[in-house]
């Protein structure tokens, strides 16, 4: 049975704590404070989707749909590989953990402990990678609906409730993209464990930072805000 120093155990309670409430911590900010770049983009996207049923023709908005699908199925190949490779070092045996353990960066007390240290970062690529499966799945479905749009839509009413059923199927593609790019994030945290649990700890917090200023304090969230701010006049 593997015992894991105290440290370690304190390291990994943090990481399971920071990956698993991030987001949910984050949607209760933004409902509660405002002020946070997911939150703010879900009202623009609302407002592009009642904006494309008044447009024909609708080629830009197909293009920029096109583009969020391409860009969701490049970083879900991406993941499959990164994933092959933490699955082969993983699986690799007795002979990958005596060519780490050479290696003085590496703190790793035991075969256990470096495999666990691998399985970790390769959980965590996973649930990234079905997290862009979902979100492609959700962009057929949103481009569906956006093809079955009627013409034009002189009725401001009618557009509105068109582009509010549109956005319930946008956000949520693009949310599960978020979050799989957000699993890349948690993926680097998790390989710090392999240098060390402080490493670990310290990699673990910086993400959940970056993440946080990102979403309130950086540049790009301070003009998202202020454009929803002028969609909402």
């Known amino acids: 049975m593997l015992q894991m120093p105290p440290l370690d155990v304190a390291a990994f309670a943090v990481f399971a704590v920071a990956w698993l409430f991030y987001e949910p911590l984050l949607t209760l900010v ?6 946070v770049l ?18 024909d023709p609708r080629l830009m ?9 391409n860009s969701a199925s490049f970083f879900a190949s991406s993941n499959l590989l990164l994933i092959a490779a933490a699955a082969g070092a993983l699986f690799g045996g007795e002979a990958t953990f005596r060519s780490v353990s050479a290696l003085e960066v590496i703190k790793t007390s035991s075969r256990m402990l470096f495999e666990l240290q691998l399985a970790l970062v390769l959980v965590a690529l996973a649930r990234g990678l079905l997290d ?22 002189p009725d401001a009413t009618d557009r509105a409730a068109y582009g509010a059923a549109l956005s319930r199927l946008l956000n949520p593609a693009l949310s599960s993209f978020n979050a799989g790019v957000r699993g890349y994030y948690f993926a680097l945290a998790a390989a710090a464990w392999l240098f060390g649990p402080v490493a670990f700890m310290a ?14 304090s950086s540049p790009a969230a301070a003009a998202i805000r202020d454009l929803r701010r002028l969609l909402e006049r």
Do not use: E
């Open 30 to 35: 933004g409902k509660r404070r405002g002020g």
């Open 38 to 55: 997911n939150t703010d983009m879900t009202v623009i996207r609302a407002a592009w989707m009642t904006n494309m049923t008044g447009r």
């Open 61 to 69: 908005d197909g293009q920029l749909l096109g583009h969020a699908l």
């Open 132 to 153: 862009f499966i979902w979100s492609i799945r959700q962009f057929n479905y949103c481009i569906a609906a956006m093809g079955a749009a009627p013409d034009p839509m």
């Open 203 to 216: 990699a673990t917090l910086g993400a959940v930072g970056l993440l946080l200023w990102r979403q309130r």
